[in-house]
């Protein structure tokens, strides 16, 4: 039951920006952190962001600091990830995460390519 859709990737050029979002259903959005991951060619599935729900607390790998921004809108039941000053090595499928009942649930990935 639980779906998490992705959006927004595509080709942009360094140094542009992009933003992601994550549409969750199938369980209550507002009290579980949300997380964003990116996994390139023949590379491990790391994290790149994540927030929680209760403080809105943000932790970001250290490669992106300073240049994404991870948010969410409870309402929409949606988490964004606003991308910014895009390197060619930011070039992975971006994954929505949400951790559901001892599960690790994801959703389908999107592109992101990052070239001139």
């Known amino acids: 039951q639980v779906q998490l859709v992705e959006s927004g990737g595509g080709l942009v050029q360094p140094g542009g920006s992009l933003r992601l979002s994550c549409a969750a259903s199938?369980?209550?959005?507002?009290?579980?952190?949300m997380g964003w991951y990116r996994q390139a060619p023949g590379k491990q599935r790391e994290l790149v962001a994540d927030?929680?729900?209760?403080?809105?607390?943000?932790n970001y790998a250290d490669f992106v600091k300073g240049r994404f921004t991870i948010s969410r809108d409870n309402s929409k039941n949606t988490v964004y990830l606003q991308m910014n000053s895009l390197k060619p090595e930011d070039t992975a499928v971006y994954f929505c995460?949400?951790?559901?009942?001892?599960?690790?649930?994801w959703g389908q990935g999107t592109q992101v390519t990052v070239s001139s």
């Open positions: 927030i929680t729900s209760t403080s809105y607390r943000r």
């Open positions: 199938g369980f209550t959005f507002s009290i579980y952190t």
């Open positions: 995460n949400v951790d559901f009942r001892s599960v690790r649930y």
